[in-house]
T-cell receptor
Framework: AQSVTQLDSQVPVFEEAPVELRCNYS??????LFWYVQYPNQGLQLLLK??????LVKGINGFEAEFNKSQTSFHLRKPSVHISDTAEYFC???????????FGDGTTLTVKP | NAGVTQTPKFRVLKTGQSMTLLCAQD?????MYWYRQDPGMGLRLIHY???????AKGEVPDGYNVSRLKKQNFLLGLESAAPSQTSVYFC?????????????FGEGSRLTVL
């Protein structure tokens, strides 16, 4: 069985500071990894994904994530956050069985002025 | 440019009542999913479909039924609503069943069961 652990439920940061949202996964098979963002009262939308190849992936809005197979991690980073980045972020693992995804519990990022 | 559309967006039910949530996608995706989102628990898969006429159980299927009579529509039904089904429900679709495709989500349907 696959599982996803987001290590921080809430991350408060000041505007223009760097941020890292941590995600660890467990799986007995190769995985595909995703980060989604959910703004208030909206559905989730894709930030970035890792399928294969380079372990550093870049996404929208200046976010990037690094896949680390030995540590089974897929942490999300941004060097300088904006107020508009305030949202909930979900790490997800998907697998080949009908494309089903397992989500972490989410991390609420709050950017303060 | 609709993508995935869910109706209704809000609904209040009394215990024991029934209702159906409708999900429609205009991207010709084969795969469709119903998730529920509860505070601090992420998204949990209720049911999913790998194509028209097919349905399968996910992680938390009890108390729900689904149908996929048309490729573009995926219906989620509650036959006898319970307070434990108070949640935000999200429909999603994907073009790929290999796990490599992203999920496209609707804006959610907030259900309260009194």
């Amino acid at each position: 069985a696959q599982s996803v652990t987001q290590l921080d439920s809430q991350v408060p940061v000041f505007e223009e500071a760097p941020v890292e949202l941590r995600c660890n996964y467990s799986s007995s098979v190769s995985v595909y990894l995703f980060w989604y963002v959910q703004y208030p009262n909206q559905g989730l939308q894709l930030l970035l994904k890792y399928l294969s190849g380079s372990t550093l992936v870049k996404g929208i809005n200046g976010f990037e994530a690094e896949f680390n197979k030995s540590q089974t991690s897929f942490h999300l980073r941004k060097p300088s956050v904006h107020i508009s980045d305030t949202a909930e972020y979900f790490c997800a693992v998907s697998y080949t069985n009908a494309g089903k995804s397992t989500f972490g519990d989410g991390t609420t990022l709050t950017v303060k002025p | 440019n609709a993508g995935v559309t869910q109706t209704p967006k809000f609904r209040v039910l009394k215990t024991g009542q029934s209702m159906t949530l409708l999900c429609a996608q205009d991207m010709n995706h084969e795969y469709m999913y119903w998730y529920r989102q509860d505070p601090g628990m992420g998204l949990r898969l209720i049911h999913y479909s790998v194509g028209e006429g097919t349905t399968a159980k996910g992680e938390v299927p009890d108390g729900y039924n689904v149908s996929r009579l048309k490729k573009q529509n995926f219906l989620l039904g509650l036959e006898s609503a319970a307070p434990s089904q108070t949640s935000v429900y999200f429909c999603a679709s994907s073009r790929s069943g290999t796990g490599t495709g992203e999920l496209f989500f609707g804006e959610g349907s907030r259900l309260t069961v009194l």
